[in-house]
């Protein structure tokens, strides 16, 4: 019946509605009141009901204008932004597909099992970024290598030890350019270390246990310095080489010490050429009672002469024991090796010295004329051969032949005849001492 009464009241020429659930209660609640009630009742009803309903809209409008109006305002861009909504929606589905084919080629090419060169690089940054300590400890280790070697006093045991760590980085990784030219300036530092103790060795000052602690740090520095493979078979071959070498070097060294300490004589030979000359001026029929300059610069000279001759000698026989290296060196030869070891550097070594000395003779010896002075040179000269024959270098035969004269000759025998009385009585003196000391 209330869907009658609905379409009963439903203008026909309008278009309908579909009857909502609201009034259709309302249709139902009238058909089921009397006529006398709706003429009487309903409408003062509906009026209290239309004015309660205009109050609350009126309450509400008053408290909830400003949001109802911006939904309003809202709703009305609804036309217009649902639209481009859409729009965007379609334009990001249409995107999707293009968006996952670059996110499965990124993922490709960036792949840790793929080789690319930006993954290389930026492996390589982080490499270095993780290890940044150790690549400043490894660039700081020449810093440190020249530093040991030209501190005051010089750690040549820690530099050595610095250059051995600095060889074993290079033989694990040959090929890194870092490497390589930490190596090359630790080379330049083991040069400049190297010089500095062949310097040593030409103070004058030098002691033996001065010059075997340089000694056995050019042993560790040589083969660091020598180009040439070493192998295990050739190992005692070229450590008798690296003897000789630093035999060599020793003697040389030492040889110019002694040279500049002769040559520090400069004025005293001066004043025994401007004798010599004089001499020659004068003649020899004329009496010749010069020489004392002479006598002076041959003294001072023997007296160098003979202590660093037998200081050098002593300290290469401590310092490089000659049977010992023949030794080696003869275990470390090839069987079928037709050529003898080479000698050591010592065997010519004292001639040299014993012809230095033989020529000065020869030069000044002839202007002292003066019986006493000669006798005192000539017995100077003898112990300085006596002392080189407690280390197997005696040259007292080679002063036979100085070749100054049958009368010189028969001087140096009787000088030497005194010399080996002297000799002779001295060591009968030091045998007696020697017993009383065991008597007592």
């Not at 940044?132 to 280790?141: G, N, W």
């Not at 001026?281 to 202590?307: C, H, M, P, V």
Request: net charge neutral; glycine share 4%; hydrophobic share 40%.
């Amino acid at each position: 019946m209330a869907d009658s009464l609905y379409d009963l009241l439903t203008d026909s020429t309008t278009s309908r509605r579909p009857p909502d659930a609201a009034s259709l209660e309302y249709l139902r609640s009238l058909a089921s009141e009397s006529l006398l009630s709706l003429a009487t009742t309903e409408p003062q009803s509906l009026s209290q009901t239309s004015h309660s309903l205009l109050l609350s809209l009126q309450s509400l409008s008053k408290k909830s204008h400003k949001p109802i109006i911006d939904s309003a305002t809202h709703h009305a861009t609804l036309r217009t932004a649902l639209p481009a909504l859409a729009a965007s929606a379609a334009d990001l589905r249409n995107a999707i597909p293009k968006l996952d084919n670059e996110v499965v080629r990124f993922s490709t090419t960036y792949n840790k099992t793929a080789s690319n060169p930006v993954l290389a690089r930026r492996k390589q940054a982080l490499l270095i970024t993780r290890n940044v300590e150790r690549l400043v400890d490894v660039l700081e280790l020449p810093t440190y290598l020249t530093s040991a070697i030209t501190s005051q006093p010089p750690n040549y045991a820690s530099a050595l030890d610095l250059n051995g760590h600095i060889r074993r980085l290079h033989s694990l990784y040959p090929s890194s350019p870092l490497v390589t030219s930490i190596s090359a300036s630790a080379d330049d530092a083991m040069r400049l270390m190297a010089s500095n103790l062949l310097a040593s060795l030409k103070s004058p000052s030098l002691k033996l246990a001065a010059s075997l602690r340089t000694i056995s740090f050019l042993r560790r520095l040589l083969p660091d310095l020598t180009t040439a493979t070493t192998t295990s078979s050739s190992l005692p071959s070229q450590q008798a080489a690296s003897e000789r070498v630093l035999g060599g070097l020793f003697l040389v060294s030492r040889l110019a010490t002694l040279t500049a300490q002769l040559e520090a004589l400069t004025p005293l030979r001066d004043l025994a050429d401007q004798e010599r000359a004089r001499q020659k001026t004068i003649g020899s029929g004329n009496a010749w009672s010069g020489g004392q300059q002479t006598e002076r610069y041959l003294k001072r000279y023997i007296e160098i002469f003979r202590e660093q001759s037998f200081a050098v000698v002593s300290m290469f026989r401590s310092i490089f024991p000659g049977p010992h290296s023949a030794q080696g060196h003869g275990a470390g030869a090839d069987e079928g090796e037709a050529l003898e070891p080479l000698p050591s550097a010592l065997a010519t070594f004292p001639l040299y010295l014993v012809d230095m000395l033989m020529e000065t003779l020869r030069t000044y010896l002839p202007t002292v004329k003066d019986q006493a002075s000669r006798d005192s040179l000539l017995t100077q000269v003898l112990y300085c051969a006596s002392s080189l024959g407690r280390l197997g270098g005696d040259f007292g035969l080679f002063l036979a032949s100085l070749g100054l004269g049958e009368e010189d000759e028969d001087e140096w025998v009787e000088v030497v005849k005194r010399h080996r009385l002297l000799a002779g009585r001295l060591e009968s003196i030091v045998g007696e001492k020697g017993q009383h000391v065991k008597a007592g």
